[in-house]
């Protein structure tokens, strides 16, 4: 069993900022990737970031370019999501997950094996 647990999402305004992370413990394997997901009200989730194993690839979704960046622990078993200039379309329930292919840094949800529970980030005008 994997277990991710993210923390940081709260209350911010238009232009705040806010650290979103996520701990995976357990049967992750030897080497993962790990991604942000993101799902709005009434509507589907969507990929937000991913970066590999050895956190040299990353790759974003073209909406939060520039703005967003993910990074991981020297352990590499913490993924975090610094986000800056967040605006009230960035809010949703973020969700992390482990992908077993540690080199990839994919936009697929299918890729991703397993899922934390999820933090919301609310971005007010």
């Known amino acids: 069993q994997v277990q991710l647990v993210e923390s940081g999402g709260g209350l911010v305004q238009a232009g705040g900022s806010l650290r979103l992370s996520c701990a995976a413990s357990?049967?992750?394997?030897?080497?993962?990737?790990m991604g942000w997901f993101r799902q709005a009200p009434g509507k589907e989730r969507e990929f937000v970031a991913a970066i590999s194993w050895s956190g040299t690839g990353t790759y974003y979704t073209d909406s939060v370019k520039g703005r967003f960046t993910i990074s991981r622990s020297n352990a590499k078993t913490t993924v975090y999501l610094q986000m800056t200039s967040l605006k009230p379309e960035d809010t949703a329930v973020y969700y992390c997950?482990?992908?077993?292919?540690?080199?990839?840094?994919?936009?697929?949800?299918?890729?991703?094996?397993?899922w934390g529970q999820g933090t919301q980030v609310t971005v007010s005008s």
């Open positions: 357990g049967r992750t394997g030897s080497s993962y990737a």
């Open positions: 997950a482990v992908d077993r292919v540690g080199w990839r840094t994919s936009g697929a949800e299918t890729a991703y094996e397993y």
